[in-house]
């Protein structure tokens, strides 16, 4: 089974600019979350998709960041303008339809972004 | 109330010792509660997990103990191996059976020396 897809691996950008990543889940995964892990920290959660809706956007900072999830399978996050405390890995999860363990969550590789 | 604190930072244990690392919670709406490995450069993967009605759960040489009373939770590595070296996150998650969300703690770096 392929594991979750994530695109570019690493980017770097200016501040004030922008850019967006790309996820593509596990297949049959009907949740989808994306997650921000800023180095030496946990990740922390920032949206959580249901197929293609939103379940939970509390922690998205929705003043610049926007995420989305056309179809129920792939999703983009995007940040617009991006600032230097931006700067984090940012990760893509999924998990199995309901009847599985709400906790077990297939994490990507994850997007590495440097903010300059 | 969603904060799961974690420690160590860091913890550095000799090839055969017993790797430690401890966890409190305070929200008692949590209803599992995962621990999860990470290697440098790849995404964080389930390790063992356990439900608060139950004291203990073993997987081979990983153990978690759970205290419910005093909200806190532990992973225990035996027989640390050098391939053990990673960074251990412990989570509670909330949401039931439909809607899994995860709060995880600040991270362990565990380095095994041979």
């Known amino acids: 089974e392929a594991g979750v897809a994530q695109s570019p691996r690493y980017k770097i950008i200016e501040k004030r600019q922008s850019v967006a990543f790309w996820c593509n889940p596990i297949s049959g995964h009907a949740t989808l979350y994306w997650y921000q892990q800023i180095l030496g920290q946990g990740p922390k959660l920032l949206i959580q998709f249901q197929n293609n809706g939103v379940v939970d956007d509390s922690q998205l900072p929705k003043d610049r960041f926007s995420a989305e999830r056309l179809k129920g399978v792939d999703s983009t996050l995007k940040i617009q303008p991006a600032k230097l405390e931006d700067s984090a890995v940012y990760l893509c999860?999924?998990?199995?339809?309901?009847?599985?363990?709400?906790?077990?969550?297939?994490f990507g590789p994850g997007t590495r972004l440097t903010v300059t | 109330q969603q904060q799961v604190k974690q420690s160590p930072q860091s913890l550095i244990v000799q090839k055969g010792g017993i790797s430690i690392i401890n966890c409190a919670y305070e929200?008692?709406?949590?209803?599992?509660f995962p621990w999860y490995q990470q290697f440098p450069g790849k995404g964080p993967a389930l390790l063992i997990a356990i439900r608060p009605d139950v004291s203990e759960k073993k997987e081979g040489r990983f153990t978690i103990s759970f205290n419910k009373s005093a909200k806190q939770f532990s992973l225990h590595i035996m027989d640390s191996q050098p391939g053990d070296s990673a960074t251990y996150f412990c989570a509670a998650n909330a949401g039931g059976t439909s809607y899994g969300k995860l709060t995880f703690g600040q991270g362990t770096i565990l380095t095994v020396h041979p």
């Open positions: 929200n008692t709406a949590f209803d599992y």
């Open positions: 999860a999924s998990r199995p339809p309901p009847g599985t363990p709400s906790y077990e969550q297939y």
